[in-house]
């Protein structure tokens, strides 16, 4: 899909993020950190327009920490509406208690009321969702390797930072890779400054900290900033979780990589 702006720099982050992502690299996940409007998302966009990956996204919400698990229901979702025959192939590759955990936490997918089940609540039954929902992704194949993106995890529920934790444990072999981008200084909470802390010890886990653009003909001007309550190509509710490829057919879908709509206002920043 195209951008309203060209990307301004950056050729190094998206060489780098190019080179992290390949089924090859040593790393598992990728972290891109930076202040608000610094351009985490708008990388991750732009990897999603190179068409060498096939992304898919979820978005963790301010205060979304009383939603469990909304990013990662998110990014299933897109994968479902979006790819529903790469699902379906997943699904037949797997034991049948795959499809089962997957409508717990995707409850269109049921054929009849009954077959909804009940939210895990008891640790092991977490555990089983856990092992179900990485187990389909393992059998999601395709010819463009998958890269599973989590948007704004300084605002993840518990449940979700959980599950990260799974699939990064070691031994777990998840053939795609983690794109996760994370606010500096946002998370407010000791359990999410701990993981990120976690994170930063791991070898195959590879942290990106975003520097603001710099324009080299102002230097002391890097970029301008503006307090924007609203974005018109935010996306609604109902479009996260899309697939994030330009080849995507939902051209009309809002832009992969912008942010979802907060409560309140927002920084961003431009650069100029
Ligand atoms: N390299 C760039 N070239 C052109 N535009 C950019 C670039 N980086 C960021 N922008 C634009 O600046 C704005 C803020 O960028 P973006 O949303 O990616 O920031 P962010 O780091 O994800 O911020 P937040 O922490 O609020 O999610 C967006 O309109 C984006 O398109
Ligand atoms: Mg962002």
């Keep these: 899909m195209p951008q309203a702006r060209p990307l301004a720099g950056r050729r190094q982050e998206v060489a780098a993020l190019r ?3 390949t089924p090859d690299s040593p790393y598992r996940a990728v972290v891109l950190l930076g202040d608000a409007g610094v351009g985490k998302s708008r990388l991750v ?6 068409d060498e990956f096939l992304i898919f996204v979820g978005w963790c919400l301010p205060r979304s920490e009383g939603l469990p698990f909304l990013p990662v229901v998110d990014l299933l979702r897109g994968i479902q509406r979006y790819e529903p025959a790469l699902s379906a192939r997943s699904l037949a590759a797997s034991p049948p208690y795959v499809a089962a955990e997957l409508r717990r936490v995707l409850p269109e997918l049921a054929e009849a009321p009954d077959d909804i089940g009940t939210p895990p609540h008891e640790p092991w039954m977490r555990t089983r969702l856990f092992d179900a929902l990485a187990q389909f992704f393992a059998n999601l194949v395709t010819p463009r390797p998958i890269v599973l993106a989590l948007e704004d995890i300084h605002w993840a529920d518990s449940t ?14 998840l053939p795609e890779k983690l794109l996760l981008t994370y606010r500096s200084g946002e998370a407010h909470r000791a359990d999410v400054e701990d993981w990120l802390d976690r994170l930063r010890r ?16 102002r230097p002391n001007r890097s970029r301008a900033c503006s307090v924007t ?13 899309q697939k994030a490829t ?13 942010s979802p709509p907060t409560a309140g206002p927002s920084r961003h920043c431009h650069p100029v």
Aim: glycine share 6%.
């Design 246 to 258: 330009p080849s995507s057919p939902t051209s009309s879908s809002p832009p992969l990589g912008s």
């Design 160 to 173: 979700t930072l959980e599950f990260l934790d799974y699939l990064l444990s070691p031994g777990r072999g």
């Design 229 to 241: 309550r609203s974005h018109p190509s935010w996306p609604t509710r109902s479009s996260i979780g």
């Design 19 to 21: 080179e992290h992502l």
């Design 202 to 217: 791991l070898n195959d886990v590879r942290l990106m900290e975003l520097a603001p653009l710099t324009d080299p003909k």
């Design 45 to 50: 966009t732009e990897i999603a327009t190179l």
